[in-house]
């Protein structure tokens, strides 16, 4: 059984930061990409960053880059995104998903497995 525990969320003024982390289990982690999306109300979900199974490819949505930086530790099971400079639309809900495989996808039908998400609110 595959899990994955996202944590970090919370509410934080803009410029500010916050890092979230996602725990795995259930899975070999280091044999597979790991993404991040957010949702916000109304919106479809969409991709924000990815990473390839050894931390050394990663892959950001246009609207994030410079901002937000993603990790991971495969001795942890843990993938992180530290994100810098949060601004209002920034707000959704955050998802950590795990890829079908070793490759790096930025559409949500790449990923089988899903987190409950973590809500980040930016106010302005």
């Known amino acids: 059984q595959v899990q994955l525990v996202e944590s970090g969320g919370g509410l934080v003024q803009a410029g500010g930061s916050l890092r979230l982390s996602c725990a795995a289990s259930?899975?070999?982690?280091?044999?597979?990409?790991m993404g991040w999306f957010r949702q916000a109300p109304g919106k479809e979900r969409e991709f924000v960053a990815a990473i390839n199974w050894s931390g050394g490819r990663l892959y950001y949505q246009d609207s994030v880059k410079g901002r937000f930086t993603i990790s991971r530790n495969n001795v942890k099971n843990t993938v992180y995104l530290q994100m810098n400079s949060l601004k209002p639309e920034d707000t959704a809900v955050y998802y950590c998903a795990t890829a079908l495989g070793v490759v790096i996808q930025t559409t949500p039908d790449g990923y089988d497995y899903w987190g409950q998400g973590t809500q980040v609110t930016v106010s302005s």
């Open positions: 259930g899975r070999t982690f280091s044999s597979y990409s």
